[in-house]
């Protein structure tokens, strides 16, 4: 059997590409570093690997993120590695990669792409954020360790960082690979309006991914428009469910609960149905705690 330098020997006199791949530094080091794991004489069957190796490291100088990967799979990097007497091409996450691979356990229906980016210690650098923040860290040590509790109703005026704090949550929850939903509540009931009798929507399947989901995030509730089906048929069946799987739910809103409930009672065609927007609401504060927010204006 050939040993490694006459075989290297023979292959660059072939071949005036082999001759380049095999004088580079790393892949002479690698070929020596992985001798005793391989078949040599299978050398010519794997240069293609070695030469995509080459080839797609890099790509990956100067990277400054994921944006402008180059990569033929994004956010991952080439190696070789040692199989069956070869050595393999093989892609694995970066470091880029790996810092924002969280972010799939985000599912966001209709909010700003900006919220993917809320961060707990901008939230928190404002005083007036204890309550909230010890809020959310009781929340987050039962949650985490015993993967229930009751979620958290944010409320108060334009800008206080109620979507922010909510969206920081999500992200907190992401790292530790909990999936969460956010959702920006009137727009989705517009979606699922305007999608009856439509091909491709199917608005029952959305109503049950929001009722199963982990960690379910409604922002700005009660700036919809109120009918009897929106509330009735739509947010009350999520809470329900969501209220006998003991689910963690979490709500911002302009209103409090008594603001919110006044808001439920009288619909666009002029019903008054006060029972119905206490049903609403038992729902509501069975899955919540209200925690009022002021000070800085967190506005996207």
């Known amino acids: 059997m050939k040993n490694l330098g006459e075989l290297l020997g023979e292959i660059t006199d072939a071949s005036d590409v082999h001759k380049e791949i095999l004088s580079h ?80 356990n985000i599912q966001s ?56 704090m909510m969206a920081a949550v999500a992200n907190e929850l992401a790292k530790s690979g909990v999936t969460s939903a956010l ?8 979606q699922i309006k305007s999608s009856f009798g439509s091909e491709g929507v199917n608005s029952n399947q959305i ?18 428009s109120v009918t009897s089906w929106m509330r009735d048929e739509i947010l009350g069946r999520i809470l329900n469910y969501r209220m006998q799987q003991e689910l963690p739910t979490f709500f911002t809103s302009n209103f409090d609960y008594k603001e919110l409930e006044e808001h439920y009672k009288q619909t666009q065609k002029g019903e008054y149905e006060p029972l119905k927007a206490a049903r609403i609401m038992e729902r509501i504060k069975a899955l919540s705690t209200p925690i009022s927010m002021i000070g800085k204006n967190y506005r996207y």
Do not use: W
Not at 114 to 140: I, Q, T
Not at 207 to 224: F, H, Q, S, T, Y
């Open 25 to 104: 530094p790393e892949i002479k080091n690698l070929l020596v570093q992985h001798e005793s794991d391989l078949n040599i004489e299978l050398l010519p069957s794997f240069m293609g690997d070695l030469d995509e190796f080459l080839k797609n490291k890099n790509n990956c100088e100067g990277c400054a993120g994921l944006k402008n990967c180059c990569q033929p799979v994004r956010g991952h990097y080439p190696i070789l590695e040692s199989k069956l007497g070869r050595l393999k091409v093989t892609y694995t996450p970066c470091n880029f990669e790996k810092s924002s691979a969280y972010l799939k």
């Open 109 to 164: 229906f209709y909010m700003p792409s900006a919220v993917k980016k809320a961060k707990f210690e901008d939230a928190f650098e404002d005083k007036s954020r204890e309550m909230p923040m010890l809020g959310v860290m009781s929340f987050m040590n039962e949650y985490l360790s015993k993967k229930t509790g009751k979620g958290i109703y944010f409320h108060g005026s334009h800008g206080t960082g109620k979507t922010y």
């Open 183 to 190: 959702v920006y509540f009137p727009e989705l009931i517009a």
């Open 207 to 224: 109503i049950e991914d929001l009722k199963n989901v982990p960690v379910l995030m409604l922002d700005d509730i009660g700036a919809e």
